[in-house]
């Protein structure tokens, strides 16, 4: 067997087998997906006229790339918030890696491309085959649009891990180095804010450029006492100061 194609299969991972097969999988289908996405994008688009497409393409960039920064954020928070390993389906696969990240920083450095991500894959995979599958043949503006907006948008969701990888990165190479200092992906300064105890703000790890606002804003917050109060869940964090209280 190839080493290369060794490598990328290799089941001595702390997860299981059927989980790494799952990842690849996913990550397969990303790539076609976005192929065909694209292609429905660009064909509705050239039905609208390159003339008003020309300025649509920026727009939809810039509302694609934001929405993958809070989607980030979102599935983050919820990851950080609620739950926790023992959760049935959930725990293991998606809310370990997400407590071990603060525990062990640079543990992400380890991790090859099929574990950074496998993950954000998967739940890539149940976004995009509806899209697909629905706008298939665009016959509306808002079609073509939400269509365009979804290519930047999945790309920036499936960079997402990898950014933030390289955000953790003591040396990541130059190019990326310089991507960091413009801003236009997660600045290792700028992630370090959440990696502060209790962990519980800057959730956004795609370029972070939410994060100031929903701060201001006190999103997360905002969100935590609606659950609470319309579900009646708290959060980790409150389990774990009780739990504190009442062993002290
Ligand atoms: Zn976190
Ligand atoms: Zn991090």
């Not at 694209?38 to 003339?51: D, E, F, K, N, V």
């Amino acid at each position: 067997m190839p080493s290369m194609f060794k490598s990328f299969v290799r089941l001595d991972f702390g997860y299981s087998p059927f989980h790494r097969f799952f990842e690849i999988a996913a990550i397969l289908s990303f790539f076609a997906l976005v192929v065909i996405i694209s292609i429905q994008a660009y064909t509705g688009l050239a039905t609208l006229g390159w003339q008003t497409a020309i300025w649509l393409v920026p727009v939809t960039a810039l509302f694609g790339y934001v929405g993958a920064d809070f989607a980030s954020g979102f599935v983050h928070w919820m990851g950080d918030t609620f739950g926790g390993e023992e959760t049935p389906v959930l725990g293991e696969a998606f809310i370990k890696p997400f407590r071990d990240h603060h525990t062990h920083p640079n543990g992400i450095c380890e991790h090859d491309f099929v574990e950074v991500n496998g993950n954000n894959s998967i739940v890539l995979a149940l976004y995009m085959i509806p899209v697909t599958l629905i706008f298939s043949d665009p016959t509306s503006t808002i079609h073509i649009l939400i269509l365009a907006a979804s290519v930047f948008f999945t790309v920036g969701v499936f960079m997402t891990n990898q950014f933030h990888k390289w955000a953790h990165m003591d040396n990541p190479p130059a190019y990326i180095e310089a991507l960091q200092k413009w801003g236009l992906i997660l600045g290792p300064e700028h992630h370090d804010v959440h990696h502060t105890s209790p962990y519980d703000t800057y959730y956004c790890i795609t370029c972070g450029w939410l994060n100031p606002i929903l701060q201001r804003l006190q999103f997360f917050e905002t969100m935590e006492k609606i659950v609470y109060r319309t579900l009646g869940v708290g959060t980790s964090r409150d389990k774990l100061k009780s739990s504190s209280d009442s062993a002290g």
